[in-house]
């Protein structure tokens, strides 16, 4: 989950400032609050606060935390769909197909205990307004690999189980970097956010690749940085820097849920 964090964190000055090199700057002035950080940690307080075995608790709680954080940070770069159903109480799931269904859904893969748990728990979190087949798979790709990661299974295993469930993955990141642009969709960047996890030798060459690529920089970090972390764990050094760019009330509300989560 920190994670997620931490390469929303790396990754926003290239959200739309587009990075082809895995030599950049990792921590600068530049590096800015944004939507996918604080929807990953209002995932993680819906998981300690709602039942995982009630999905109307789940759902609801899920929406209660996205609205009451988004709404005490209104320029953290919403998407126009995801904007008016954060500031409007009557807005309903709209099918969205875009990547916000997986760059929020890692703490998922902590609270459930199986497989079957956490894909249940993405299918869920994604559906609040990612409520399409596109927008669920997405979901359920990064928290099933994030689960796998963190169980102990090899790349390989984690390879073939997405490949197998979710999405082909037979690309590397060198052959696609050249002509790769800036793609919001679930299926036109979720699958690369894995791949650069599992090219990856560390936690941080696992952000690095994901920036590299040159497209929505933050949120294909954020997704890569979740992976990561629960195969390789996060340096020290990293941990304690993602601090210095979370604000009082968003140290408060990770806390919430990473003491409990975090086990």
Request: glycine content about 8%; hydrophobic content about 35%.
């Amino acid at each position: 989950m920190l994670g997620a964090i931490l390469g929303d964190i790396i990754g926003s000055p290239y959200e739309f400032n587009s990075s082809k090199t895995k030599d950049f700057p990792l921590l600068t002035n530049s590096n800015r609050l944004t939507d996918d950080r604080l929807m990953t940690i209002a995932v993680g307080c819906a998981c300690v606060n709602a039942s995982l075995y009630d999905e109307d608790d789940f759902k609801e709680k899920v929406a209660y935390y996205m609205r009451l954080i988004g709404r005490q940070y209104r320029d953290a770069g919403y998407g126009g769909r995801f904007y008016n159903w954060l500031f409007d109480d009557r807005e309903g799931p709209y099918k969205s197909f875009g990547n916000g269904s997986g760059m929020r859904v890692s703490p998922v893969a902590y609270a459930g205990n199986t497989l079957e748990e956490v894909e249940r728990l993405a299918k869920w979190s994604a559906e609040v307004t990612h409520n399409s087949m596109d927008g669920i798979s997405g979901a359920q790709a990064i928290a099933s690999a994030t689960f796998l990661a963190r169980t102990g299974k090899s790349k390989d295993e984690i390879r073939e189980y997405i490949s197998k469930n979710f999405y082909n993955l037979d690309f590397t990141l060198d052959y696609i970097r050249p002509f790769y642009s800036f793609d919001v969709t679930c299926l036109g960047s979720v699958p690369h956010a894995i791949v650069y996890f599992l090219e990856s030798e560390s936690f941080e060459d696992a952000i690095r690749n994901a920036v590299s690529l040159g497209g929505d920089g933050d949120t294909i970090g954020v997704m890569a940085g979740a992976i990561a972390e629960a195969y390789y764990g996060i340096p020290d050094e990293l941990q304690e820097k993602a601090f210095e760019y979370m604000d009082e009330t968003v140290q408060e509300y990770y806390y919430e849920y990473a003491d409990q989560l975090y086990k």
